[in-house]
Every structure is written in structure tokens, then in C-alpha cells.
């Protein structure tokens, strides 16, 4: 995984070792990593990895179902 074309965080200021980065393979899987452990990899699909932007985007994510 490590030739895979890394890209990190628009979000990501610096050199900070806290990043998110993204890559696909040649066939479009998209592949995530956190930078101070890059190791360690994320593989989705496509519509997975939108439907997650998504609702991170509009905040569903942003704390447990069911809390007030």
C-alpha cells in the first residue's frame, strides 16, 4: 500500500503528523490512513466512502443515535 498516490487532508496545516490521507489503486478503491500511523488502512468502496463524507459533512456523525 505504501506506492499508493498518498494525498493528505485539505484540513491537514503543515507538517502535523495528524492527517488524514487518501489514495485509490488502479482499479478506484479507495484507501484511507491516519499519517503518524500509516500501517494501518482503510479499504471502502467508492459509494461507501461518499455516503460517509456525506453525513460527515451534514453532522449526523457528530454524536451518538439516540442522544439528545
Not at 13 to 22: F, H, I, R
Request: net charge neutral.
Amino acid at each position: 500500500m505504501s506506492s499508493l498516490p498518498w494525498r493528505k487532508s485539505s484540513f491537514s496545516t503543515g507538517d502535523a503528523p495528524n492527517c488524514v490521507e487518501l489514495a485509490a489503486d488502479s482499479v478506484g478503491t479507495p484507501h484511507l490512513r491516519e499519517s503518524d500511523d500509516p500501517g494501518v488502512v482503510i479499504s471502502t468502496t467508492p459509494a461507501a466512502l461518499r455516503a460517509f463524507l456525506r453525513a460527515a459533512k451534514a453532522g449526523t456523525l457528530d454524536r451518538p443515535s439516540g442522544s439528545a
